[in-house]
């Protein structure tokens, strides 16, 4: 078995006068490597924005030696690539994703949990035009076909875009997730796998903050540098939805950082 994961989770809470003032908090906790699983939402081979695609390129080796060292501790990887499963069809790790037996959930399971206003608000940022911060910005489509070949995919990994993913973990008494990858303010909260339909269904969840990106055009409300944006979302998460840690905490070294 592997060494316990000894995470720094940080959340956001309003507190003091009228419950004005925000503070930030953190909370050491010990996960059990066999009770954890960690999730690669959407780290496609491609994306239909050049400078997302760029991104994503960026971060992947360093998501890879993240995923590398998890596994060595014997947590369970969950490689999300979503629409492109035809490409794993007869992947080992396709088949044991499908393999899990459907299990009951606290609430129906959701094929997308959108932004729940009475719980969350708003975004903080707008993401109405696609989110793309190229200039010109690039035409919408769907390039993907796989997720970036820089993220290893290992004997015992899985496969998934679906409740499979839920159903996987709870099969094998997983009762924490750690979360990773594209794009904060869409498929990482939204997906059937991401934060808000694990959060609901009552597991422990984290997001990599620094390996995470958003789709963020910074000529759109409120008007900040793209990274800002992105910083924005992050504390939106874990103001309303679930704390964040950051890679260094398992790899050691320094967060991973955007070239700017």
Sequence with gaps: MGSQLNLNLRSRTRGGLAGKVEQTMMRAVAWEPAQTAAIICDMWDQHWCVGASRRVAEMAPRMNALIAELRRRDVLIIHAPSGTLDFYADHPGRRLAQAAPPVESTIPLQPWVRLIPEREGQLPIDDTDGGCDCRPQCAQG???????????????????????VYYLMRQRGIENALIMGVHANMCVLGRPFGIRQL??????????????????????????????????VVEHIERHWCPTITSDQILGGAAFCFQR
């Design 142 to 164: 769907h390039p993907w076909r796989r997720q970036i070949a820089i993220i290893e995919i290992m004997e015992g990994d899985a496969i998934s875009d679906s409740a499979e």
């Design 199 to 232: 959060v609901l269904q009552g597991m422990n969840v984290a997001l990599v903050r620094d390996l995470t990106d958003a789709m963020y055009n910074s000529r759109m409300p409120p008007f900040v540098d793209h990274f800002a944006g992105v910083e924005l």
